[in-house]
């Protein structure tokens, strides 16, 4: 693509061509990609580049067809880049710990792994509502619709599925 194309989609833009306004917009922005990312740090670059394209949306009824696309692009764009630079020189950074503690996940997994242990004893149809319902939050009626049971026999399968879940955990093992 040359600036030339630029101009021109840049001006049929103006006089409605969408098409040509998308294109132009992504021409736009894989540049001014390169350009940012010469300039601020890794994660101010889309910020910065989104700002831009805003701008240029916002000021596109500026913009002279007969003058070239390209450096009215980049008199935008260097602006943007300076107000990034004045916010970089307000906003203080502060470098973090390559020690970033994280929640302990441990009793989530482990008690996940359990419930799954006990679903798998009990029959499929049953383990199937209990999940739907009991853990995904559904009605019992789009339970039925899901699984194509009767909204009887959801409700009868959660009944004696958590009635043998009760049993398997109070007894300690599997019951017949």
């Known amino acids: ?12 833009a103006q006089k409605g061509d969408a098409v040509a306004y998308r294109r ?30 805003l ?5 596109r009824h500026t913009y ?10 980049a008199a935008i764009a260097r602006y ?5 630079l004045r916010v970089m020189r307000r906003v203080e950074m502060t470098a973090l710990d390559d020690d970033i503690p994280t929640a302990d996940h441990e009793n989530d997994v482990t008690a996940a792994h359990a419930l799954e242990k006990l679903l798998a004893l009990l ?3 049953q383990a199937e ?10 009605t019992t009626e789009e339970a039925a619709q899901r699984t194509g049971q009767s909204v009887a026999l959801v ?13 398997v955990v109070i007894r300690g093992g599997d019951v017949d």
Do not use: C
């Not at 132009?24 to 994660?43: D, G, I, T």
């Not at 002279?64 to 692009?73: S, T």
């Open 80 to 84: 943007k880049w300076i107000d990034r």
């Open 129 to 138: 509502v209990i999940r739907l319902v009991k853990l995904q939050g559904f």
């Open 64 to 73: 002279d067809p007969a003058q070239a696309f390209a450096p009215w692009l």
């Open 123 to 125: 029959k499929p149809a």
């Open 24 to 53: 132009v917009l992504a021409e736009a922005a894989a540049w001014l990609k390169r350009y940012f990312a010469r300039r601020l740090p890794p994660a101010m670059v889309d910020d910065a580049v989104q700002d831009t394209l």
């Open 155 to 167: 409700k009868v399968n959660i009944h004696r599925g958590l009635g043998r879940l009760s049993d």
């Open 1 to 12: 693509m040359t600036e030339a194309d630029w101009s021109m989609w840049m001006a049929a």
């Open 55 to 59: 701008a240029v949306h916002e000021k």
